[in-house]
């Protein structure tokens, strides 16, 4: 199995495990911070980019979370879940920037992004990275947004 890697920086990596759609390797490139505060601004700007389910896919795909010649569609409960990620990372984002706690929207983003089912890996040299033990598009790319969640609000 050829793995799927996510790189993030400061030298974070994580790995998917293959999916339904066969063997690639792709990496998310976007720094943590972008990424998430992309994903969190997807309805700021008056028409929400992941409206529908087809939408969702295509911003995915353009922020290099799904494969881009890959024929993946959310299912319906997968788009609620992106929908409910989302906007929990929105009101941890906007909890954080006015500096109070918001355990309710801590919550709400933790359980969302369980759904990366997340493992530490070590390579034969020794090196520890991330990986998600799911075989499923929608856990790797919930995989890669948890790393840039993690790699961004640790700071």
């Not at 911070?33 to 992309?38: A, C, G, N, R, V």
């Not at 087809?54 to 997968?78: F, K, Y």
């Not at 983003?109 to 998600?132: E, K, M, N, Q, Y």
Request: hydrophobic share 45%; glycine share 6%.
């Amino acid at each position: 199995m050829r793995p799927e890697r996510h790189t993030m920086p400061e030298g974070n990596t994580i790995t998917a495990a293959e999916s339904a759609l066969g063997r690639y390797d792709r990496s998310v490139t976007t720094p943590a911070q972008s990424l998430i505060q992309s994903l969190a601004d997807t309805a700021r700007s008056g028409a929400d980019l992941l409206a529908s389910r087809d939408d969702a896919a295509d911003w995915l795909r353009a922020a290099g979370l799904l494969p881009a010649d890959a024929d993946t569609n959310l299912t319906g409960s997968e788009h609620g879940a992106l929908l409910r990620l989302r906007d929990a990372l929105r009101d941890v984002l906007a909890a954080r920037g006015e500096r109070r706690a918001d355990a309710d929207a801590a919550a709400r983003l933790t359980r969302a992004l369980a759904d990366g089912r997340l493992v530490v890996t070590v390579d034969p040299t020794g090196a520890a990275g991330l990986a998600s033990s799911a075989r499923a598009t929608y856990s790797n790319l919930v995989a890669a947004i948890a790393i840039a969640v993690a790699e961004t609000l640790r700071k």
